[in-house]
C-alpha cells in the first residue's frame, strides 16, 4: 500500500513552472454576478499566517475560516491582496462575468474508455440520440467527444489541412457537428501538443493555426489536448522537465483558437505532470486532467517504467485530491478524468492497469482472482461519482450509451441532486478534512449556504462512523441541521453535534446540511 503514498507525493512534486509559491491555492478566481462567492486562502508553508487586504465591496475576510467570501453584482475585473506573515502580498484576480466560458463543470462523454479507437461518424450518432433517449441530455450530459484516432492516418494529409479516416467519418468532420448541434450538443475534438496523438497519429505541434481553423471550420466547440510524445529530460531528483514548456505548448494552441475566430474550449489533458492548476488560467484553458488516466476499478496500479501509463484507480484519486482542493473555483475545475460508472467492466483502456487484472491470452478478456473482471463494485461506482460532485470534477460518462445501462447506474448519473452539487454556481471543491479510522471526510460550500459532507470508507471492511460536526469549520457543532441524503434522495431527519453510521467497504455516506433558523 505504500508505494502508492509515494507515488501520490511524486507526482505533486514535478517542477511547478508557475512563479507562486506563497500561496497553495488559486490566485486567480471567477465568479458569476450576484452569486455567492468564495475564496478559501491557504499558504504553502502552513505554519504562516494569512490575511487579505484592498477588498472590493461586497466581499469580506473570513478570519477564522480563512476564506474571503461574499456577492459582487457588478461585472468587471477586480483585484486583492493576500498577506504573508505579514509582509509579503500576492495579488488575486478576479474576474465577475455572466460570460465565462465554463463557469460549471463540463457534462458530457469522451470515447476513449470504451471504444478506443473504434471512433466513427455512426458513433457520435448513435451515443447523441443514445443520450436523448435515456435521459442523459435532459440530465445535462451535452458536450459529446471524439478522442484519439479519428484522424486518416499517423501523418498529415500533404497538404497540411488535418482530415479525418474517409471510411469512418465518409460525410467529413463538419456533417458530425451538424448533427450534434442540430440535436443541442456541442461538439468535442481531440489531439496533442506534440507532433504525435498518445495513438500515434498526427499532432497539432507546429500545426496549430491550420489545427484550429480546421476545427473551428468544422464547428468544435472543445479541444481535448493531450501531451503524449513532449520530449522531456528526466532531472538528478527524478523528476521530469518538459522541454518546451507544457505553459509555451498549451499558449500556442490558445493563440491559435483566439486567431480562429471561434471561441473553442481548451480542454488541457497533461496529466498533472506540470501542476497545471497553477497556470492553466494563463493559457485560457477552464478545465484539465489533474491525474493519469482513472480506471473502472477502486485500486489502480503503479508502472514505475512508464510514468505517462500509470493506472488510477478511485483510491488513487482520493489520495491526490486532498493537494488539489485549494486550486477549484467557477471556471477553473480539475479533471478527475472520465469517470467509469456505468462500464462494468467493459471497457478497453479503462479495464488495465488495476491491481490484480490480468487479460487472458486466449480471448483478451479480462480476468481478476480467475473470473471475468467486472469493474467497480456498485458501492465503489457511487464512491467514484458522489467524490466526482464534491470535487466539482468535470461529469465526463465513458460508457457505451448504446448499450443498456445498468439501471442502478443510470439512477446515479442522472440523480439531480448529485449533478446539484456538482453544477453548483459557487463551483467550489469540496475541503480535505482528514481521515479517521480509515474514513476521508470532506466538506463541500455550496452556494446557498447549505454544506455537503461526505464521508469514504477505504477500509476492505465495513465500519461504523461517527461524523462529528465540530470538525467541518463550515458548520456549527452547536446548530441544528436538516440532513439530506441526496444519494437515495430522502431526507434523514435533524442532526445536532454528530451522527453516527456503517459505511460498505469502499462506500460513500454524503449528506447535504441545511441550517434551520
Ligand atoms: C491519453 C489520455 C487519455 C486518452 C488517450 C488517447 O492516455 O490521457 O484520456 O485520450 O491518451 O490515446
Known sequence: MKRYFVFAAAMMALPCVSAQTLLHCSDRTFSLPSVRYMHKIRPADSCATVSVTALPEGLRWNEQRRLVEGRIDTEGDYVYNVVVNGTDTVPVSLTVSSNLPMPTPMMGWLSWNVVLSNVSASLLRETADAFHDKGLYDAGYRWLGIDDDWHCGPERPADGIPAPNRDRFPEGMAAVGDYLHDRGFKFGIYSTAALATCDNKFGSYLHE?????????????????????????????????????????????????????RPIVLYMCEWGSTKPWTWAHRVDAPMWRATHDHRDGWMGRILEEDVHKQGIGVWQALQIWPELWPYTGVNHFSDADMLCIGIRGRGLASSIILEGVSRRKEDGAFIKDGKPYLGMTSDEAKTEFVMWCMWSSPLMLSLDARDAIDPEDLAVITNPELIAINQDAMGQCAEYLGVRNGVQLWAKDLADGSVAVAAVNLNDDPVEYTLDLSEVDALDADAVYNARNPLIRSDEGSIKGNTSFVLSPHAVKVLRLYATD
Do not use: N
Open 209 to 261: 493555426d491550420v489545427d484550429a481553423r480546421e476545427y473551428a471550420r468544422w464547428g468544435v466547440d472543445f479541444l481535448k489536448y493531450d501531451y503524449c510524445h513532449v520530449p522531456s529530460l528526466k532531472l538528478g531528483d527524478g523528476t521530469y522537465q518538459h522541454q518546451p514548456t507544457a505553459e509555451y505548448l498549451y499558449g500556442r494552441m490558445r493563440d491559435a483558437i483566439k486567431r480562429s475566430g
